[in-house]
């Protein structure tokens, strides 16, 4: 009965010691996500990533405008196809495309619109019809964000943040702390392969290869 009692002890402990250790973790990760509130942005909380391109503004603002160009620099995303080019032109308001992140159109598979194009300034994109991610949502915004810092030198920023018009479930809302780690990883390796496509032309090679197939 002592033997019992003392086993019955014990993983009482060990069971408290792991539901410790989840919620430190949990809390920590939750601390310190790339999700967070900014003043720099008029919304709630955001994942976002600068880059400094030695490039004049408006020519960075033109590449990031055309589809074609996600296949050199994206890490996650393998092509982009327009869906309605005939009515509207890539790029500008109200254009969608389906965003494809392996060759044979499998698997992860998003759509997107352009809502807001201020010339050299931003693009604002919704994300929707999510496809293969943990948790699919429609309640996902982007921006790229574009700043003239002398005729030569462009600062680029993205930013993902969600749509406060739109309800999200409490758990959605709790997932984006976490899953911004993998947001922010993969704005940084496909700002900087931005930055080199923009700088190098046809002499471009991507610092980083696509993940996804």
């Not at 993983?11 to 939750?30: C, D, M, N, T």
């Not at 074609?68 to 109200?94: C, K, M």
């Not at 159109?105 to 019809?129: A, T």
């Not at 496909?190 to 996804?212: Q, S």
Request: glycine share 4%; net charge neutral; with cysteine.
């Amino acid at each position: 009965m002592f033997k019992i009692s003392n086993k019955i002890k014990f993983f009482k402990i060990l069971f408290f010691s792991i539901i410790f250790i989840l919620f430190l973790v949990g809390f920590v990760a939750y601390k310190f996500s790339p999700y967070k509130h900014s003043e720099n942005y008029p919304y709630k909380n955001v994942v976002d990533n600068t880059v400094i391109i030695n490039e004049p503004i408006d020519s960075v603002y033109r590449m990031l405008g055309h589809s074609s160009y996600a296949r050199q620099w994206s890490v996650f995303v393998h092509h982009i196809t327009p869906l309605n080019p005939n009515e509207v032109t890539d790029g500008t308001p109200g254009s969608i495309r389906r965003c494809f992140a392996q060759e044979n159109e499998n698997g992860i598979v998003w759509d997107e619109e352009i809502l807001i194009v201020e010339p050299n300034k931003r693009r604002r994109l919704s994300i929707f019809n999510t496809k293969g991610f943990e948790s699919e949502s429609n309640d996902i915004l982007t921006e790229q964000l574009y700043e003239k810092i002398d005729s030569n030198t462009t600062k680029l920023t993205f930013i993902v943040f969600r749509d406060e018009n739109k309800e999200m479930e409490w758990w959605k809302q709790a997932l984006l702390y976490y899953i911004a780690y993998n947001m922010k990883t993969v704005f940084e390796e496909n700002m900087e392969n931005i930055k080199y496509l923009a700088e190098e032309g046809a002499n471009y090679h991507r610092r980083h290869e696509l993940k996804t197939n």
